[in-house]
């Protein structure tokens, strides 16, 4: 257990729709990333968020939008969903912004879009 | 800007035997390196990373990893593979001047009981 949660586990929704996703960091990690896996993209970076600031953006659809709370935790907004867009969404986290710092993944959000 | 590449998309090794996962990179400054783990139904976990120092890093579960600045390569190795290291790996880099990591495609290590 990384100590990072994410949640719902699975989602499932129609094409146009809008989801949230949560997560909350490891204690003490001011630092998360948002990122998307799916079987032809691999793993892509989507955002990274440092106390509350957004720090680096990756491929992220402007569709998409995320936030950090002043309590750390983060959210990752998808809207006007596609077929596409089904895959598995990490959050992870880190002590800090820092290049040298290593990242703890939750057990990611799977979404299906119908 | 920054890459990653890991060449083979599956590895099969015999348990016991010496296991290599590949991985070369490139960057514009020195990289930090990573080697993360994914088993299925799981999200990634750290192994290892390459900060600066000794060029053989050791990890977590017995891997070790080398890092070759003139072949710009930080391939995984483990001496004697266990059926439990079956798994997705996959190799990160981050530019030390920069903040996103960038992650390869993914090597799926199958080992063999």
């Known amino acids: 257990d990384s100590g990072v949660t994410q949640t719902p586990k699975h989602l499932i929704t129609a094409t146009g729709q809008r989801v949230t996703l949560r997560c909350s960091p490891r204690s003490g990690d001011l630092s998360v990333y948002w990122y998307q896996q799916s079987l032809d993209q691999g793993l892509q970076f989507l955002i990274q968020y440092y106390n509350g600031e957004e720090r680096a953006k990756g491929n992220i659809l402007e569709r998409f939008s995320a936030q950090q709370f002043p309590d750390l935790h983060s959210e990752l907004n998808l809207s006007s969903l596609e077929l596409g867009d089904s895959a598995l969404y990490f959050c992870a986290s880190s002590v800090a912004a820092g290049n040298s710092n290593e990242q703890f993944f939750g057990p990611g959000t799977r979404l299906t879009v119908l | 800007a920054q890459s990653v590449a890991q060449p083979e998309d599956q590895v099969n090794v015999a348990e016991g035997n010496p296991l290599t996962v590949k991985c070369t990179y490139s960057v514009s400054g020195n990289p930090y390196l990573f080697w993360y783990v994914q088993y299925p139904n799981r999200g990634l976990q750290f192994l290892l990373k390459y900060i600066t120092g000794d060029n053989l890093v050791k990890g977590s579960y017995g891997f070790e990893a080398e890092f070759n600045k003139s072949q710009t390569s930080f391939h995984l190795k483990k001496p004697s593979a266990l059926v439990s290291d079956s798994a997705l790996y996959f190799c990160?880099?981050?530019?030390?001047?920069?903040?996103?990591?960038?992650f390869g495609a993914g090597t799926r290590l199958f080992v063999k009981a």
């Open positions: 990160a880099v981050r530019d030390t001047g920069g903040f996103k990591t960038i």
